[in-house]
């Protein structure tokens, strides 16, 4: 996205001063506390407080979709996306402030009217308005916040140690000379409670692996992996891939590659933000709405 830094344009100093030491971060939970009601804009304003320079608050997509940023907080919600049946399920749960990370409306910036063409897009704008429930997108900043957000969450998820190199959106793993089809078969191991009916490998399944690239959500980038990460292997999603360039691509040069569904790689990260707006904001229960590998898989 054109409107972020690259991760090279954030500085060190401004990246490591985004992690928050747990003593900043129980300050701001205790004047959090100590306030009688809790505000949408107070769970906003926070989270802008996380970035360390890699989001222009002008022009981000880490805005309110729905509600009253002064609205009262009873409770929060976050999932990966703002499905309707999401929604509802926070609305089960008590809570009125929904955290997504992905759009509610099918479009990244959320205002391409022409959806409401579709009777479902209309449904959905007036259960979130009969609701009340406010939604805020999270999306810019957890992309690149270290240790917790999508993608080093991404790399947790598959057990792949530390990164060795890497920052904002892309990060490289140690692959300890195993083969490609033994990465990819225990990543399918790990990603089966989550719908993900097996990983999909393309290129030479024999090769050992050194450097193990991935990327961020539908950002994977899989030649600049190549080129600027040294990647002997990369861990794709299928909306950041194109299987007649980048397929294509690794089919001739023998280069390994494993691709799994974009929600899937963004899940863990989901659930780690709920777990830290929980540590945060005490006085509300926060609940993470799991979601799953859009599609199932059917074989004959
Ligand atoms: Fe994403
Ligand atoms: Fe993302």
């Known amino acids: 996205m054109s409107s972020k830094k690259s991760p090279a344009q954030v500085s060190r100093r401004a990246f490591c001063a985004s992690v928050p030491a747990l003593g900043a971060t129980l300050s701001l939970s205790a004047s959090a506390s100590q306030k009688k009601e809790l505000r949408n804009t107070d769970v906003y304003e926070y989270l802008k407080s996380l970035d360390g320079g890699w989001v222009d608050w002008e022009k981000t997509v880490d805005t309110f979709k729905s509600g009253d940023p002064e609205g009262i907080v009873k409770g929060i919600a976050v999932g990966w996306m703002s499905y309707t049946e999401s929604l509802r399920r926070a609305e089960k749960l008590g809570c009125n402030l929904f955290v997504t990370h992905e759009p509610t409306y099918y479009d990244h910036w959320d205002n ?47 057990e792949l140690g530390e990164p060795i190199d890497g920052a904002g959106w892309y990060y490289v793993y140690d692959g300890a000379g195993a083969t490609a089809a033994n990465i990819a078969t225990g990543m399918a191991a790990r990603l089966a409670p989550f719908g993900q009916p097996g990983v999909q490998l393309i290129g030479p399944p024999d090769i050992p692996v050194k450097r193990l690239v991935l990327g961020c959500g539908a950002i994977t980038p899989m030649f600049e992996f190549i080129e600027k990460y040294r990647a002997d292997m990369a861990i794709c999603t299928d909306d950041g891939f194109t299987y007649w360039r980048e397929g294509a691509f690794a089919v001739d040069a023998g280069f390994p590659v494993a691709i799994v569904n974009h929600p899937v790689a963004e899940e863990n990260g989901a659930r780690l933000l709920a777990e830290h707006l929980a540590q945060v904001f005490p006085q509300v229960p926060v609940h993470h709405v799991p979601q799953r590998c859009m599609y199932r898989l059917y074989t004959a």
């Open 112 to 158: 391409d009217e022409s959806f409401f063409r579709f009777k479902s897009a209309r449904e959905k704008k007036q259960y979130i308005e009969e609701s009340g429930v406010t939604i805020l997108r999270c999306h810019d900043m957890w992309d690149q916040y270290p240790k917790i957000g999508i993608p080093e969450a991404w790399g947790k998820l598959l």
